[in-house]
């Protein structure tokens, strides 16, 4: 098992900003791509960014690009969220891949992170 924990989550309003944080309490998570995923309430759960071990090679679904920025720094990955509007209102997820680089497919994602609630209201 690796333990993602995932913080940062919360209510704001449209326009605003938020950053998420998730961090592998194991610390071994440093040579594996991660990703954020999100699902709103009776949808599918989504691709939102992802980023290889080094954070070299970043990918963006295109609802969040020029949005969104994803890092890494070894075993933590972040999230920051700007120009935030209501339809990106979900619970958001961390996870890690298998490989060193990943993109938009859930079954290269074998761990999860229990997921931190965020809500933008118009």
């Known amino acids: 098992q690796v333990p993602l924990v995932e913080s940062g989550g919360g209510s704001v309003q449209a326009g605003g900003s938020l950053r998420l944080s998730c961090v592998d309490s194991?610390?071994?998570?440093?040579?594996?791509?991660m990703g954020w995923f999100r699902q709103a309430p009776g949808k599918e759960r989504e691709f939102v960014a992802a980023?290889?071990?080094?954070?070299?090679i970043k990918n963006y679904a295109d609802s969040v690009k020029g949005r969104f920025t994803i890092s890494k720094d070894r075993s933590t990955v972040y999230l920051q969220m700007n120009d935030l509007k209501p339809e990106d209102t979900a619970v958001y997820y961390c996870?890690?891949?298998?490989?060193?680089?990943?993109?938009?497919?859930?079954?290269?994602?074998?761990?999860w992170g229990q997921g931190t609630q965020v809500t933008v209201s118009s």
């Open positions: 996870a890690r891949a298998r490989g060193s680089v990943s993109g938009s497919a859930r079954d290269a994602y074998p761990y």
């Open positions: 194991r610390r071994t998570s440093g040579n594996n791509a």
């Open positions: 980023v290889s071990w080094n954070g070299g």
